[in-house]
């Protein structure tokens, strides 16, 4: 029973199961059991970039929208009513920072960034001191290549190690990196906040300790699989950490601010602090706006 927790709060929320919201548990848990794809895992076919980003921003242009990139925010510019009079976006890569008016402003920013940003009237509103109580969790992303199979298995999967949280074959269960000889290792390193600041070679080195548990077969011997080449992304913020009383933080879409929306995992939404849970607030976000 403890493994089993101690994988489901890694793989729900990077972090380990003395800290986690038992709320976040139980709700897993009950979609697994109560839905019916509740337990159907899927991966894209290819990378993020290509896969996933820019058919959304096809999809955007085809419908007359526009996509700038390397256009951060820097502002959220008020009326004098306090509602948001413009976004200023900052100029980066020798671009000219400029104002972008609209007839509604919605933030999809992480929480962290997003509170930074946060204009100073709005900052003695109760919905937006609440947030101060959310902050994102540190987690680290592996790509490992080896010379060999390490397994056959299609699908993600939990690990009992303490340092290493899901992963799964992209040689198998992602068309772009199919091999039929040698594994290409996704694995979340987790939780991280302990490595976040440490060099590549220590979070490989310490991952390989791990893999050699899991995998003793391969990595012992006189022939011990080889690592051919890896790359280690860190993300210092993910989603938010769902610790216990976080969720009466969490924002709804809509605000006291007439022309403002919020978007992201963190506001309130059935999937909680998840990839899922950012698209749906992005449904709900875009419901209420045509709504008001």
């Known amino acids: 029973n403890d493994e089993v927790f101690l994988a489901m709060s890694k793989a729900l929320n990077f972090i380990d199961p003395d800290e986690i919201s038992a709320t976040v548990v139980l709700t897993a848990l009950n979609r697994f059991l109560q ?86 009237p709005w900052k003695q509103m109760e919905v937006f001191q609440k947030l101060d109580g959310l902050r994102g969790v540190p987690v680290i992303n592996l790509h490992l290549w080896f010379d060999r199979k390490l397994t056959d298995i299609d699908h993600l999967l939990f690990s009992r190690s303490p340092l290493l949280s899901v992963y799964a074959d992209m040689s198998i269960t992602c068309k772009e990196y199919e091999d039929p000889d040698k594994s290409m290792l996704e694995l979340v390193f987790a939780p991280a906040k302990d490595w976040i600041g440490r060099p590549d070679e220590e979070i490989i080195e310490a991952t390989m300790g791990e893999l050699n548990k899991l995998f003793p077969t391969h990595f012992g011997g006189d022939n011990p699989a080889t690592l051919r080449k890896y790359k280690v992304v860190k993300t210092p913020l993910s989603v938010y950490k769902t610790t216990p009383g976080c969720q009466q933080l969490r924002p709804d879409q809509t605000t006291p601010i007439k022309n403002f929306f919020l978007a992201g995992d963190y506001t309130m939404q059935r999937y909680l602090a998840s990839m899922e849970g950012a698209v749906l607030s992005g449904k709900l976000c875009a419901g209420a706006v045509s709504q008001s």
């Open 35 to 120: 839905e019916k794809n509740g337990s159907k895992m899927a991966f894209l076919d290819g990378a993020p970039p290509e896969r996933l980003c820019q058919p959304v921003v096809d999809y955007v242009e085809n419908l007359g929208g526009e996509v700038h990139l390397d256009s951060p925010l820097r502002e959220i510019k008020l009326n004098e009513d306090g509602s948001v009079a413009a976004f200023h976006i900052g100029g980066v890569k020798g671009k000219d920072s400029f104002d972008l008016t609209a007839d509604a402003y919605v933030s999809a920013l992480p929480v962290d960034p997003f509170k930074l940003l946060l204009p100073e």
